[in-house]
């Protein structure tokens, strides 16, 4: 009887320690990713599993095209992964969806160490849904040659700045000044702290709207404005052919479009310097666009702390500031984006290094602009690209071009947000300022320089950041 005891209670002892020696399973999705950066996450999960015994880290990656369709699918079926890579919007849209959950509790203490700014790109109604992963910036370059022959002492501190200086480069020197992305320009009407729906009726042709466009149809008089592609969906290509090429003055992109002028075209970098971008009204700076890791719904609660765990090792300062120093990006984790690789500018540097710095300047004022809740956005934005297209280029009167494309936009939010309903879309006060954006939901994409070969110097995920 004693030995039958004995052999039940090893038995059970047994049982016990092979179930506790059961791994933890922890699946983690980016898009993107490969073949860049396969040794970058090889070395990740190989670390974190050497650090905790019992813990099987597996990653997959998908096209940035194909990931969103296959999260849903694997959270209807009740199989999430445990993190999945995400940018703004389409967190925002599956968060309001119910399709992830939030995350502060398994933030924990780690919350001081991400950026304020990349925090709140990922709160929505108070709460937050995901761990900051990279963003990016803008930056002016300019040519300093042109710069002189036109009279101008200094970099552009605002935008007024910018078309000012525009029109005198075009006035002294025969050249363009500028060639802003104006596809997109209800971001800009918005980091100038102007509102594109409010209350949910669209609001772009009031005394300041008109009063925008103006002085971009003054600068595209007297040749100011770069006019290849200026109103085309992508103008990048234009803009940086025209700055190698000597034909534009001032370039707003990312610190790596610099490195690219420096390898294209060797007689312009020598004569290009670089300045923060202007941070505007809105104390926000251009070209931001959070990427993060998110948690679906359906993630078992008994593995959600384990996953915390190894999403806030992924998230720290050592593997961002690794991943930002491979992708040319800027890490969301505070610790790193203040690493003296992004701040410090060694002596005798060039433009593409000032632009490094530069960027850093601006990276806590970096937020993602876009505008969610409004069905068929895009073409909506397309009728107000029209709209300002043919007032700046002088074919219609700018209130009345305006007019009209309020008047459709109008049309449309009426049968989506009917006066008498009581869910209307959001207005949110952007950053710690007291500008309305006057975005549904959250700010407005902006991302005047979210071109996909530009934001990295790969064919690497931050590649379609401005998708």
């Known amino acids: ?34 073949p860049k950066f396969t040794p970058y996450f090889t070395s990740v999960v190989q670390r974190y599993e050497a650090a905790n015994p019992g813990v099987k880290v597996e990653w997959i990656d998908f096209p940035w095209d194909i990931i969103q369709t296959k999260l849903v699918t694997r959270i209807v079926a009740g199989t999430p992964p445990a993190l999945v890579n995400l940018n703004v919007p389409w967190a925002d849209e599956f968060a309001r969806d119910g399709l992830l959950q939030p995350v502060d509790t398994l933030l924990a203490d780690a919350r001081p160490h991400y950026l304020a700014s990349a925090l709140e790109d ?16 803008a930056v002016i370059t300019y040519n300093t040659q042109i710069f002189k022959a036109a009279g101008i002492p200094h970099a552009p501190r605002s935008l007024d700045e910018q078309l000012a200086f525009a029109r005198q480069i075009a006035q002294r020197t025969g050249k363009a000044g500028l060639c802003p992305a ?35 149809a003054d600068t595209y008089k007297v040749g100011g404005l770069l006019k290849d592609s200026l109103f085309a969906e992508d103008n990048f290509p234009a803009a940086i052919d025209a700055y190698k090429g000597g034909r534009l003055g001032m370039l707003l992109a990312p610190p790596t479009a610099v490195r690219r002028i420096e390898l294209d ?27 993060h890791f998110a948690v679906p719904t359906g993630v078992d609660r008994k593995l959600l702390p384990e996953v915390g765990k190894f999403a806030r090792f992924l998230t720290n300062d050592a593997n961002q500031l690794a991943f930002a120093r491979q992708a040319s990006v800027y890490p969301a984790a505070a610790g790193a984006s203040r690493d003296p690789f992004f701040m410090s500018v060694p002596p005798g540097a060039g433009a593409a290094e ?4 530069a960027g850093a ?24 690209v029209k709209a300002v297209e043919a007032g700046v280029t002088g074919r219609q009167d700018i209130q009345q071009a305006l007019d009209a494309a309020v008047a459709i936009w109008n049309r449309k939010l009426a049968k989506q947000f009917p006066a008498s309903a009581t869910a209307q879309p959001v207005s949110t006060l952007v950053s710690d300022t007291d500008m309305d954006t006057g975005s549904t939901i959250r700010t407005a994409e902006f991302v005047s320089t979210s071109v996909s070969d530009t934001m990295v110097d790969t064919n690497s995920a931050v590649a379609v950041a401005g998708r």
């Open 1 to 34: 009887m004693t030995s039958f005891r004995l052999l039940t209670a090893f038995a059970a002892v047994v049982f016990s320690a092979g179930a506790l020696a059961k791994p933890v399973n922890i699946e983690f999705w980016t898009f993107s990713m490969k």
């Open 122 to 137: 990922v709160t929505f109604a108070g709460k937050t849904y995901g761990f900051p992963l990279y963003s990016n910036v």
């Open 182 to 216: 104006l596809a997109k320009i209800d971001g800009l009407m918005m980091q100038q702290g102007l509102p594109v729906i409010r209350n949910g009726r669209a609001v772009f042709n009031s005394p300041a709207h008109v009063a925008l466009i103006r002085k971009l």
């Open 265 to 291: 075209a060797k007689d312009i970098y020598a004569v290009t310097d670089v300045a923060p971008a202007p941070l505007g009204p809105t104390g926000i700076a251009d070209g931001g666009w959070l990427i």
């Open 354 to 357: 000032k632009a490094v710095a």
């Open 361 to 384: 300047v601006s990276m806590p004022h970096s937020r993602t602009m876009y505008v969610a809740g409004i069905t068929d956005y895009d073409e909506l934005r397309r009728s107000l």
